[in-house]
């Protein structure tokens, strides 16, 4: 499943590669991310290691939306999305639920962990959500907030990077930020993880929550 922004430049697509969720980024036909893993574990357990899509549903919005403070009176929130429904292909009382959004100015996604069978107290332990890169790019790293920035390689990072992570892709710039629900969910870092590939962790303990759980969107 692709989307693509109103203005064509942003696209974002869903895949299931051997059952694992994925999903890849482009701006204007040029690769940002590839097969990037999708992944939540709970309880040490990951939730489902093998899905199925169950149903999906397009959705836009061409709208507006007011801040409480800005330099503007009004922001563009326009975009096009579509909301998958997994369901695991051994055990079908698991669901999952995927948001992608492709809007002018960039692409978002969360994870929905809807009420199901067997599942009252949630305890989410990782969020394995993945950035792969296609190449060893220039990132802007820091690791606390108010830090001075420095110019590494994605191999040269020390350690978790905080959110916004400026990463200069060739010809292009790309910022990984969160946005929505940061006051119930643990802070976003991101860790190296495999070649040209970058990981998120929580700053902090574990996300708990009862019968569903809703996460940031990963911008």
């Not at 869903?14 to 690769?31: C, I, K, N, Q, T």
């Not at 200069?168 to 969910?185: D, K, L, N, P």
Request: aromatic content about 10%; hydrophobic content about 35%; glycine content about 8%.
């Amino acid at each position: 499943m692709t989307i693509v922004s109103p203005s064509g430049d942003h696209s974002i697509q869903f895949s299931l590669l051997e059952g694992v969720p994925h999903y890849s980024v482009a701006f204007r036909d040029v690769a940002i991310l590839v097969n990037s893993r999708l992944a939540l574990v709970l309880d040490g357990d990951q939730l489902g290691d093998r899905f199925v899509v169950d149903s999906k549903r397009t959705e836009s919005e061409n709208g507006s939306w007011v801040p409480v403070v800005g330099s503007r009176a009004s922001y563009p929130d326009s975009y096009n999305g579509c909301v998958i429904q997994l369901r695991g292909a051994t055990d079908e009382t698991q669901r999952l639920e995927l948001t992608f959004r492709a809007y002018d100015e960039g692409v978002a996604f969360r994870y929905a962990i809807p009420p199901q069978e067997g599942i009252d107290e949630l305890e989410l332990k990782s969020e394995d959500t993945h950035f792969q890169f296609t190449g060893d790019h220039f990132v802007y790293w820091d690791d606390y907030p108010q830090a001075r920035y420095s110019k590494l390689r994605l191999s040269e990072m020390p350690g978790h990077s905080i959110r916004p992570l400026l990463v200069e892709t060739g010809s292009h710039f790309v910022a990984i930020a969160e946005a929505g629900s940061i006051g119930r969910y643990a802070p976003m870092m991101l860790n190296r993880s495999g070649e040209n590939q970058l990981v998120t962790r929580f700053r902090s303990g574990t996300v708990s929550a009862i019968k569903s759980l809703t996460t940031p969107w990963r911008v």
